[in-house]
């Protein structure tokens, strides 16, 4: 069973930044792709960004430019690095495979606030 733990998230001032870590203890964690998603109050969960197993990245048009995700397979960790962030930035932050089957359950996530 894949286990999933968030951390890094904590308060900002905007503008500010903060790095993200996911491990994924007991994974074949090389092998997939990885993505961080992230869920703001009352809104749906969504993909923010992605890394492939070769190392393509891809994101959405909100945080182009501004977080820059990348892996560790030693480590079996992803991370996110958000730079110049805005109040809308504010969520839960998580990690999860990228596609089908995603890991259930998640993990607890990492709260993210952006606030003056």
């Known amino acids: 069973q894949v286990r999933l733990v968030e951390s890094g998230g904590g308060l900002v001032q905007p503008g500010g930044s903060l790095r993200l870590s996911c491990a994924a203890a007991?994974?074949?964690?090389?092998?997939?792709?990885w993505g961080w998603y992230r869920q703001a109050l009352g809104l749906q969960r969504e993909l923010v960004a992605h890394?492939?197993?070769?190392?393509?990245?891809y994101y959405a048009d909100s945080v182009k430019g501004r977080f820059t995700i990348s892996r560790d397979n030693a480590q079996n960790t992803v991370y996110l690095q958000m730079n110049n962030l805005k109040p809308e930035d504010t969520a839960v932050y998580y990690c999860?495979?990228?596609?089908?089957?995603?890991?259930?359950?998640w993990g607890q996530g990492t709260q993210v606030t952006v606030s003056s």
């Open positions: 890394i492939t197993s070769t190392g393509s990245t």
């Open positions: 999860n495979k990228q596609g089908a089957p995603l890991i259930t359950p």
């Open positions: 007991g994974s074949i964690f090389r092998l997939y792709s």
